[in-house]
């Protein structure tokens, strides 16, 4: 019995891997596809040659997307908004998080209230709209960062994880005569790392995708964040790499030029994930047990 369960489970184990394998597969299909285009000649992309490999291998797509001052603007852009949002986010979410993990402050219950009532309802575009027209953060870089500046579901997280910090260590850092800001510095936060690279890497891809906003809020093309760019791009060929007219920009497909700025706007945000991804899983299962 025991040698026909373990052969069994080989199988299944096979069959797992196999399946995942082929799934693994097909989602990264799309984005195998996007960086063979990007590098392959016009006659291939035209012919309808590439598919997972590149044909005719050129950088020349590269070579002209960072070329364009407008992709170079949104894409600083785009990175000076993901590190200013993600650090006030974080730092404002764990400012409002620790005093509602105490459950001796007074009003506790109504104020998590009306934060969890903001998950569920809201006020709608034109009234924000005009809230964010009427404190004049219209055409300005700070329109990306306070109207979201706490996230309801980030706080719950973080204001559960700081409740599992064992409160014997901050009994001890008040006898010391530490303040409360001094715990929550010094205490709190550090041993809270898990949470904290958890919603910093939920914020930080917030900002980098996000484009709404600035199309509602921004005007002023100088203050576009690369998605903005990526979608005018893509859906409307608005673009200044088009306006050059040279020998190499005839040898370079459209589909490829797009494929070359989505690679490009894609890998920062790839590049920081592997680094938060140890404290990824154990952030959210502490932070969502915790009451």
């Not at 005007?219 to 050059?244: G, M």
Request: proline share 4%; net charge neutral.
């Amino acid at each position: 019995m025991s040698v026909h369960q373990t052969t069994g489970e080989k199988a299944f184990s096979v069959f797992n891997i196999i399946f995942l394998g082929a799934f693994a597969l097909i989602c990264l299909f799309p984005f195998i596809h996007v960086i063979a285009q990007s590098l392959s000649s016009h006659r291939a992309i035209v012919s309808g040659e590439v598919i997972f490999f590149p044909i005719d291998i050129t950088f020349h797509a590269y070579k002209e997307v960072f070329m364009d001052a407008h992709f170079i603007n949104s894409f600083v852009m785009s990175i000076l908004r993901t590190v200013v949002g993600t650090f006030f986010n974080v730092f404002f979410t764990c400012l409002m998080a620790y005093p509602l993990s105490k459950t001796y402050i007074k009003g506790r219950g109504l104020i998590l209230f009306l934060v969890v009532f903001t998950m569920l309802f809201n006020g709608g575009m034109i009234p924000t709209y005009l809230v964010v027209r009427e404190t004049g953060l219209l055409n300005s870089f700070w329109v990306y960062i306070i109207p979201s500046l706490i996230s309801a579901f980030n706080l719950i997280i973080v204001k559960n994880f700081f409740q599992s910090v064992p409160q014997e260590l901050e009994e001890s850092a008040r006898i010391d005569g530490a303040s409360n800001i001094r715990i929550l510095f010094r205490i709190v936060i550090p041993l809270s790392m898990p949470v904290i690279a958890t919603i910093g890497l939920f914020h930080a891809v917030f900002h980098w995708n996000s484009f709404f906003d600035a199309v509602i809020y921004i005007s002023d093309r100088n203050l576009y964040p690369l998605q903005v760019y990526l979608r005018e791009l893509i859906q409307f060929d608005q673009s200044e790499i088009s306006l050059r007219d040279n020998f190499e920009q005839q040898l370079i497909a459209t589909e490829s030029l797009k494929a070359a700025a989505l690679i490009a706007s894609t890998v920062p945000i790839l590049i920081v994930y592997p680094f938060l991804q140890k404290y990824f899983v154990k952030g959210v299962m502490l932070g969502s047990v915790k009451g």
